[in-house]
């Protein structure tokens, strides 16, 4: 090669996301492209992922594929009567896999229903930009709930007489 040719740059690498907060889009839009331990079930209308940041023994997210609504916010999408109750359907799909896990982990313990040991809900204020609701087990145990923004996010509380910032507006 002579002095005069310039090798061809390496394109960078495309990021998966943007920003941080558009990080579960992925998951929508390609759900084969992660290994199992991460996505654990798809369809062509919803896909089950292990939550990145577990606050729970076992912490999930339901992501809806419908694309009219995947951006939208929770209490927006879920004014459409049909969709909830497909989500409602599909989130109690995931809350039974959820409760079998916890099953799993730690055995029948005298008869203990391990489905009401498992919580459903959107936050009322979300950290991401995609649509998702959370499945998570309702001991609150894990190294990432650090803060207390962390373990009001996943526990309802009242501001004038209003519940914010937690789990189980739809569910």
Not at 55 to 70: E, G, I, M, N, Q
Request: net charge positive; aromatic share 8%.
């Amino acid at each position: 090669m002579s002095s005069s040719q310039t090798p061809a740059k390496k394109p960078k690498p495309t990021p998966r996301y943007k920003h941080p907060r558009d990080g579960l889009g992925p998951y929508i839009s390609h759900p084969t492209g992660f290994p199992p331990g991460e996505v654990i079930h798809h369809t062509p209308d919803y896909v089950y992922i292990r939550d990145r940041y577990p606050k729970a023994t076992v912490h999930t997210l339901l992501l809806p594929r419908d694309a009219t609504k995947t951006l939208l916010d929770p209490f927006k999408a879920f004014e459409d009567a049909e969709f909830l109750r497909a989500t409602k359907e599909e989130a109690e799909k995931l809350r039974r896999l959820v409760a079998a896990e916890l099953k799993r982990k730690f055995g029948e313990q005298n008869g203990r229903e391990w489905e009401k040991e498992v919580k459903v809900g959107v936050h009322s204020n979300p950290s991401m930009n995609h649509l998702h609701v959370h499945v998570i087990s309702r001991d609150n145990h894990s190294e990432r709930l650090k803060t207390g923004k962390h373990y009001s996010t996943y526990i309802p509380r009242v501001e004038g007489g209003r519940r914010v910032n937690c789990l189980g507006r739809f569910f």
